[in-house]
């Protein structure tokens, strides 16, 4: 008997919503949200932390947004230290 390929329910829904021509994920919405705050789009990235780092930023919730605010201290600073 031959066996059927698997296919979650979330990736039909997403083509399904492709050839409609809606918006499909989260992060799509998020990226108009973003141009309508004047933000520059968030981008999704795969990231290798030391163990300790990580506990540390995670000892608050939203530990992602916490990476993106200590990062974005950082280039600030720079930026002002370089006088740009």
Do not use: C, H
């Not at 992060?27 to 290798?48: C, V, W, Y």
Request: aromatic residues 4%; hydrophobic residues 35%.
């Amino acid at each position: 008997m031959k066996q059927a390929k698997r296919v979650s329910r979330r990736s039909t829904a997403a083509a399904a919503s492709k050839r409609r021509g809606r918006v499909v994920g989260r992060s799509e919405a998020l990226k108009g949200q973003d141009a309508r705050l004047g933000r520059e789009p968030k981008k999704r990235i795969t990231l290798f932390l030391d163990a300790d780092v990580l506990a540390w930023l995670r000892e608050e919730p939203k530990y992602q947004t916490r990476i993106n605010r200590v990062l974005r201290e950082i280039v600030t600073r720079e930026k002002e230290e370089a006088g740009q």
